[in-house]
């Protein structure tokens, strides 16, 4: 992967790391996933308009955007449960290195693509990394079979819409595909966040739509990057390479939310960079 891509993945997963941060010290999760998908999806669509133009053959990108909504809300679904028990530094890594594994699998098994054997050795580095980090980060509660079934839920829904995205894009330019998939994924999710919270949603809302506002636009901005990447990339490489992600949530975590640090916990995110690197320069 050519060195600017990587620079550019950089910054898409620091602003990654940053937002599920922020997730991660508010409350009421779920609505705040919501309302950042509305509230991005609709600054996004004017700077979709003024910024790129659909021609008549890409007229049909509503169902695009509507299969990605369907997949980004389940994703974000188990996103939010795994975060209301699990610490940061323990869904992160889990739900990243799932996605790693499972894009790996459908791409050679489906779309056929051709990993060489210096980038296979550096995602495989990079799970070890992942899977070995969070061996020894319990979460809050204690109950780390459940949220790691959940992280892992999300991690497979990540593969699968990252797939599927990596089609979309190629077909509809990616701040239209941003801006539409965003508000389909507040669309098919609305039914289930309007059932649990009923009559207390808009206090919620109003009371988080700051916070709300800054995850919303930062997952939607470093999504945005990271399809532009996938147009000129294979999207396992770029996933792979995308994880550095998780050592910045670590880092954030044990300054700020004073998860425990450890000697295994150095030498697991040094396997990250170190997968990283090969598949850099695979």
């Given at each position: 992967m050519d060195i600017r891509y990587l620079f550019i993945l950089f910054i898409a997963a620091t602003i990654h790391a940053?937002?599920?941060?922020?997730?991660?010290?508010?409350?009421?999760?779920?609505?705040?996933?919501?309302?950042?998908?509305?509230?991005?999806?609709?600054?996004?669509?004017?700077?979709?308009?003024?910024?790129?133009?659909?021609?008549?053959?890409?007229?049909?990108?509503?169902?695009?955007?509507?299969?990605?909504?369907?997949?980004?809300?389940?994703?974000?679904?188990?996103?939010?449960?795994?975060?209301?028990?699990?610490?940061?530094?323990?869904?992160?890594?889990?739900?990243?290195?799932?996605?790693?594994?499972?894009?790996?699998?459908?791409?050679?098994?489906?779309?056929?693509?051709?990993?060489?054997?210096?980038?296979?050795?550096?995602?495989?580095?990079?799970?070890?990394?992942?899977?070995?980090?969070?061996?020894?980060?319990?979460?809050?509660?204690?109950?780390?079979?459940?949220?790691?079934?959940?992280?892992?839920?999300?991690?497979?829904?990540?593969?699968?819409?990252?797939?599927?995205?990596?089609?979309?894009?190629?077909?509809?330019?990616?701040?239209?595909?941003?801006?539409?998939s965003s508000l389909a994924t507040a669309l098919f999710w609305a039914p289930s966040i309007f059932k649990k919270h009923g009559h207390e949603f808009f206090k919620l809302a109003k009371d988080k739509k700051s916070i709300a506002t800054l995850v919303g636009l930062g997952g939607l901005t470093s999504y945005c990057i990271i399809l532009f990447v996938l147009k000129n990339n294979s999207v396992v490489y770029v996933l792979s390479a995308s994880q550095i992600s998780i050592v910045i949530g670590v880092l954030l975590g044990i300054c700020f939310l004073r998860e425990k640090f450890s000697v295994n916990k150095l030498i697991y995110v040094s396997c990250i960079i170190l997968g990283i690197f090969l598949t850099k320069i695979n």
């Open positions: 940053c937002w599920n941060f922020m997730l991660k010290s508010t409350s009421n999760k779920a609505i705040v996933l919501w309302l950042g998908q509305a509230i991005g999806g609709i600054l996004f669509l004017p700077l979709a308009f003024i910024l790129s133009s659909l021609n008549h053959r890409e007229i049909n990108w509503l169902y695009l955007v509507s299969i990605s909504g369907m997949l980004h809300a389940m994703a974000l679904y188990f996103l939010a449960k795994a975060y209301e028990h699990g610490e940061l530094s323990s869904v992160l890594p889990i739900s990243r290195g799932t996605a790693i594994l499972g894009t790996a699998l459908f791409s050679c098994c489906i779309l056929g693509e051709q990993i060489r054997l210096q980038g296979a050795l550096g995602i495989i580095i990079t799970l070890l990394g992942v899977f070995g980090l969070n061996s020894y980060i319990p979460t809050q509660q204690g109950n780390i079979v459940a949220n790691a079934k959940i992280a892992i839920m999300t991690g497979m829904m990540i593969a699968v819409y990252s797939l599927f995205d990596q089609y979309a894009v190629s077909r509809v330019p990616p701040l239209y595909f941003v801006a539409g």
